[in-house]
């Protein structure tokens, strides 16, 4: 989709239109006062408060018509620019942009724009008339704190949309109405695979069954392929003493994005945001010789992070999610070699799952940033050449993006264009000369001398819930048959007739360790083929006599209407065969 936002003749229609939707508001409600409109990716939004009034999706198509109205009668709009005073004189009844007005720096240039009856506050630019806002869309409606801040009130947020032409309108609709149909929020609502509650708290999913199989799957998958790469698995706690993140100096660098300090005996706790400390102190427990190096130690881990609520997206985004973490200890000598191992199990991980559309990011810290960066030039130095020399080494396409390294070091970001939205981190390798030195972590070399590791943190599948929710969207739900939560759905045609044979492939295939169904509810055949496609079950088996009569199976794919029919022994080897291979 378009970024409405990095498009200059988009930006002012949309920021123009904004205005509109504000003009017709007011027409509809007089008593509505206005904070800010601003332009965004996806379009606009303006926050309202309408004390009279709480709108709702079904009073959307009321203000299109007014909007329409003011489309129609061709106002100018006109800049003009103001002093302080008369800003404050001209909104005066509106604590809303007086709070804006008297915020405003010294140096700032203060304008109004009018279209007819409407003036408001605004820097601009916008196009020349309302005309040229023609080809709009009002999207949703949802509540917003004014200032972002829960202790205020909570004001009204209207968006919206605006294209050049009907066509381009249109088109995006389309690509709106697709999003919709692809968000793994209501799929997963669909399909019963997470759910949230607040009472439970926002941005803490919890996963049911179906999803619990999904995620166990996943985990089971990429642990195989770990092993089989020389990881060692571990398990760790949730909660960590803040003495270990102020070691490590994530408490430094990272607090605001924690969860609060708990107290417990005069012990100060945090739930961890990530688990390299961990790690770090698992590697601390022993003295190791440059012979067992590297060191590859792998965890799917449960993490916490408070994330502010307006950024929380399901379990795309979430206050918990568990990470395919791993950190891998190594000497200087040894970084091309294991980063190149990490970089080709990304890729064949990507070529199972059919992964192609991603792009390789160099992120890099910003120098002049002394906040956020652990401040050592060498070190930075050192790490950002090494890790731009094996990429280079290695032949991988690239682009460096400054500012977005991790505080201690530098990293291989993958970002995946999923079928919607924006492009999302899946996986990471990050390079780092700091931690080790931090908790002092040494191995014996070749010479007898102790010498400080170098440590790579890396994440393949990233979160597993992130990676559930991409992979929901880019299949609509319709996962292959190793992933699906119920991959065999049987249905006897006549319950009371042939419920005994289905009984006999049911228990035949769940011994198998198939994940089968088996439907005998008093419902119509239709009815139950139906809902066996909207579950987006994969294989779906209709037993009739002339199954039970030739010892055969009926069964038809997902999404297809054609029914194949098969010999038992063919139908095992067709489902085991999908499944081992992962078709």
Partial sequence: MVNIKEDKKLNTLNHSCAH????????????????VGPVIESGFYYDIDIPSHMVTEEDLPIIEKEMKKIVKEDKLIKRKEISKEEALEIFKDNKYKVDLIENFPKEEVISTYQQGEFT????????????????????????AYFKGDSKNKMLQRIYGICFENEED??????????????????????????????LVGRGLPMFLPNGYIIWEELENYIKNKERKAGYQHVMT?????????????HFDHYQENMFPVMEVEGESFVLRPMNCPHHMMIYANK????????????EIAHDFRYEASGALKGIERARHFCQNDAHIFVTKEQIKDEFKRVVDLIFEVYKDFNITNYKCVLSLRDPNDKVKYYPDDDMWNQAENELRQVLKELKIDYKEEIGEAAFYGPKLDVNVTPAIGNPIT??????????????????????????????LHRAILGSLDRFIAYILEETKGCLPTWLSPIQVNIIPVNVEKHQSYADKIYNLLNDLDIRVSLDVRDEKLGYKMRESQTKKIPFTLILGEEEIKNETISYRLHG???????????????????????K
Avoid at 183 to 189: A, V
Avoid at 237 to 249: D, F, M, Q
Avoid at 287 to 298: A, D, F, N, Q, V
């Fill in 20 to 35: 509109v939707l504000a003009q017709a508001i007011k027409r509809l409600y007089p008593d509505s006062l206005f904070w």
């Fill in 120 to 143: 408001d506050l605004c820097r601009g630019p916008h196009v020349k008339s309302t005309k040229l806002c023609k080809y709009f869309k009002l999207l949703k409606v949802s509540g």
């Fill in 169 to 198: 309108l249109k088109n995006h609709l389309k690509l709106l109405e697709e999003a919709k149909e692809r968000d793994h929020r209501n799929l997963g609502k669909d399909l019963d695979i997470f759910m949230t509650d607040n």
């Fill in 237 to 249: 706690p949730c909660v960590g003493n803040v003495e270990l993140y102020k070691t490590s100096g």
């Fill in 287 to 298: 003295l190791h010789s440059y012979k067992e190096l590297p060191i590859r130690i792998g």
């Fill in 426 to 455: 899946l996986s990471t390798c990050q390079l780092d000369f700091c931690l080790p030195a931090k908790f002092d972590l040494k191995y014996v070399d070749s010479d007898g001398v102790k010498k400080t590791p170098v440590v």
């Fill in 560 to 582: 297809k209407k054609d029914t194949i029919t098969v010999s038992l022994d063919k139908f095992i080897k067709v489902i085991t065969d999908t499944i081992k291979n992962k």
